[in-house]
């Protein structure tokens, strides 16, 4: 059985960093893109950032400039790097594992707060 865990979130002032991680365990084949999203409190879960197995990456326009998602296959491993963060960063970010074959795969989600 698959499972994706999240760990890096927590408390932090804006203008400051934080780097979530996200391993899968258990045995995942052909995974093609990894992503993040994130979903505020009242708000619908949104696109944050994706990269392809060809390290190609989209980020959406709120976070370009200040995050960046990078990955390790051979960990099985999504990173995001995240620098001058704002308030409006806050929210729960889940990570996203697309496989050629089996589907989608999502974490339990990891808690972000940026105080003012």
């Known amino acids: 059985q698959v499972q994706l865990v999240e760990s890096g979130g927590g408390l932090v002032q804006a203008g400051g960093s934080l780097r979530l991680s996200c391993v899968a365990s258990?045995?995942?084949?052909?995974?093609?893109?990894m992503g993040w999203y994130r979903q505020a409190p009242g708000k619908q879960r949104e696109f944050v950032a994706a990269?392809?197995?060809?390290?190609?990456?989209n980020y959406a326009e709120s976070v370009k400039g200040r995050f960046t998602i990078s990955r390790d296959n051979a960990k099985n491993t999504v990173y995001l790097q995240m620098n001058s963060l704002k308030p409006e960063d806050t929210a729960v970010y889940y990570c996203?594992?697309?496989?050629?074959?089996?589907?989608?795969?999502w974490g339990q989600g990891t808690q972000v707060t940026v105080s003012s």
């Open positions: 996203n594992f697309v496989t050629v074959f089996n589907g989608d795969y």
């Open positions: 990269i392809t197995s060809g390290l190609s990456t």
């Open positions: 258990g045995s995942i084949f052909s995974v093609n893109a």
